[in-house]
């Protein structure tokens, strides 16, 4: 049937569809023939066959007439690249049809193009339309095949195909839809879809490397893969930053981008000592140790990874505490950097437990001539404060 | 440190960092020690202060993971050892032609410790940067607003 296989394909290669349509139709009758005594020798791979089989010949023809004028304008490259494409999807989704052709081959030799053909059509068989559908999407894809792929006879390809996706299906995660050609053509001239391996090409074996896809004519060596990766981290770099920095999305182009994150640094700078000079103006006689004490018991567990010791708070002696104004225990400052671990759902009630104690027992001497007023008022900015933090 | 985020901080890729009680109470001790030593300095100089405290709380709170943080800490530290009078010299006035300008050196110069990095450390540390200083500004902002109200 080699003779008539290559008619059949330089039929195909002349453009007349019909032929091929009638052609493909007398292959399956020939299918049907040869495969069901294959059966008894295969039980296994003879019932994926047999579900295969049980589609009717026209969704084969379906899938011609889709392919069919796809494969006009490149009607050389077309059939051999389709062929090891849909080879390959028959490696990737089921190794068994996959190797049953393979299997049957001793038996039938003759016939090896044929079963491979009818694997081929019956794949599609089995699989849903869309699958159908798309196999009409990559044959325009295979239209940017260079020619040179074509140059190799089709009959061994598919059978190196056969071992490539079985290997293949052990290093690769992604859908394999065009690895072949990579397989083929030393410069990948792919689309840049989804990621596959660069390196497979020298190692066959299983990678821990992280598989990337070179995009259409750039270069696979390593030193342009290592500073693709890093040209790729610096972009996703600075993304982040041009999300951080308020206006900067809609600017395009680095230079300007990193102009806008030098302002914006140093604005912010500027507004550290602005505001740093404006608590330095501020009435010195407010009690920040107030604040200071505050905050410190809604983030006491916090506190106690900064690492200075000090003594250790105890919620229920604050709140017992009387207010007073002098007398309190004072403490000194940098005692007070212990705190009990405080469970978080306890801090709301500690807020308003404590942040009437706390401002007088952290009195400063000095400011102890404050009395309540002063206090009083730092508890309400404490509760604003905590608000607006 | 457990980085706690209460600024809102959406990043999912980065650290839940800046904390923002951690920094709070840091920079409030720190205000407080300067409220308690320097009571009748000027106010230039207590600006000054307070200044070197809010990078000294940040660079606390940012601890020592981050690069720019550490840098500053030195920094500070170095300099509350012994005040830095650099010798005066005349400078020459080179004619400089400056034709382009490497926007990476200064943001090296900005960030600290930004010298010694590859460019792709630098954009990460100049957002973590961005970051912290943005709540140190708010939260001077909140504390001023607080106390002047």
């Known amino acids: ?166 290997k293949r299906k052990e290093c690769e995660k992604s859908k394999a839809k065009g690895p072949a050609k990579k397989s083929k053509s030393a410069e990948e001239n792919t689309v840049a879809a989804p990621k596959e391996t660069a390196a497979e090409n020298t190692d066959g074996e299983k990678l821990p490397y992280v598989h990337v896809r070179a995009r259409r004519g750039q270069a696979t060596d390593s030193h342009s893969l290592a500073e693709r990766a890093r040209r790729e981290k610096i972009n996703a770099r600075m993304k982040l930053l041009q999300e951080l920095v308020p206006g900067c999305s809609k600017i395009t182009g680095t230079a300007l981008v990193l102009d806008e994150i030098i302002n914006h640094v140093q604005s912010l700078q500027r507004q550290v000592e602005f505001l740093s000079m404006r608590l330095a103006a501020v009435n010195p006689r407010i009690d920040f140790g ?89 508890s309400l900015n404490s509760n604003q404060l905590k608000t607006e933090l | 440190m457990e980085p706690k985020s ?60 981050r690069a720019w943080s550490w840098a500053l800490l030195r920094k500070l530290r170095c300099r509350r050892v012994r005040p830095v009078i650099l010798p005066r010299r005349p400078r020459i006035a080179r004619p400089q032609v400056v034709i382009e300008i490497d926007r990476a050196e200064v943001l090296r110069k900005l960030v600290p410790g930004g010298t010694g990095m590859d460019y792709c450390r630098l954009l990460e540390e100049t957002a973590d940067y961005i970051r912290c200083l943005a709540t140190q500004v708010r939260l001077m902002q909140t504390v001023t607003d607080s106390i002047s109200s």
């Open chain 1, 1 to 166: 049937m080699g003779p008539a296989r290559s008619s059949g394909v330089g039929s195909g290669n002349s453009g007349a569809y019909t032929t091929e349509i009638a052609e493909s139709l007398r292959f399956e009758e020939e299918i049907h023939s040869i495969v069901h005594p294959s059966l008894d020798s295969s039980p296994a791979a003879g019932g994926s066959f047999t579900a295969l089989l049980g589609l009717p010949a026209n969704q084969a023809v379906e899938l011609l007439h889709e392919t069919g004028p796809s494969e006009a304008p490149s009607s050389a490259a077309a059939p051999s690249p389709t062929g090891e494409l849909w080879r390959l999807r028959l490696g990737e989704h089921a190794a068994g049809p996959l190797h049953l052709p393979l299997g049957c081959s001793p038996t039938f030799p003759s016939n090896a193009a044929l079963v491979e053909r009818a694997a081929r059509f019956s794949v599609f068989a089995a699989e849903d339309s869309p699958e159908l559908s798309s196999g009409g999407g990559p044959s325009p894809r295979l239209k940017a095949e260079p020619p040179d792929s074509d140059s190799p006879p089709p009959l061994p390809i598919p059978t190196e195909k056969t071992q490539r996706p079985a």
């Open chain 1, 290 to 378: 107030g604040l200071d004490g505050f905050l410190l018991a809604e983030c006491g567990p916090l506190a106690t990874a900064n690492g200075r010791g000090g003594v250790a708070l105890d919620p229920a002696l604050w709140s017992s505490h009387p207010v007073t104004a002098n007398g309190a225990r004072w403490l000194p400052q940098p005692q007070i950097r212990h705190v009990d671990v405080w469970p978080t759902q306890q801090s709301s009630t500690a807020w308003t437990r404590d942040g009437a104690a706390h401002p007088h027992a952290l009195l400063n001497p000095g400011a102890s001539l404050f009395g309540y007023d002063p206090a009083s008022s730092v």
């Open chain 2, 6 to 65: 209460c600024s809102g901080d959406g990043n999912p890729s980065r650290n839940l960092h800046p904390s923002k009680p951690l920094m709070a109470a840091n920079f409030l001790r720190c205000l407080s020690r300067i409220q308690q030593t320097a009571t009748n300095s000027s106010v230039g100089s207590r600006s000054r202060r307070i200044r070197r405290a809010a990078y000294a709380s940040m660079a606390y709170s940012a601890g020592h993971r």
